[in-house]
Nanobody, 125 residues
């Protein structure tokens, strides 16, 4: 059973940076699309970005690409989310998830089968 495990959350001031990690436990991320979603209190879960592990293609949510970057370390079976110029509205629980969504649905949480426990990111103004 594949289990994503997130780390790296915390509190940062607006304009600062954080790097989140998502490590695979139980199985590898090979042949999966691995993504980041976030959920703020009272709001729906939002797609942040994802990567097709086997071909390296990345996808980003609206307005994410200019500040957020996804990368991977195959040897460590770990995905990263580098977040720069953070804003208070980025405050949320960030979840790592893995699945096999069709290309047209990589932004849909429905198609991700394996989810981490989440890591809190708080951006203070």
């Amino acid at each position: 059973q594949l289990q994503p495990v997130e780390s790296g959350g915390g509190t940062v001031q607006a304009g600062g940076s954080l790097k989140l990690s998502c490590a695979a436990s139980g199985r590898t991320f090979s042949h999966y699309v691995v993504g980041w979603f976030r959920q703020a209190p009272g709001k729906e879960r939002q797609f942040v970005g994802s990567i097709n592990w086997s071909v390296g293609l990345t996808y980003y949510g609206d307005s994410m690409k200019d500040r957020f970057t996804i990368s991977t370390d195959n040897a460590k079976n770990t995905m990263y989310l580098q977040m720069n110029n953070l804003k208070p509205e980025d405050t949320a629980v960030y979840y790592c998830a893995a699945g096999r969504p069709p290309y047209s649905s990589v932004r849909s949480a429905t198609y991700y089968d394996y989810w981490g426990q989440g890591t809190q990111v708080t951006v203070s103004s």
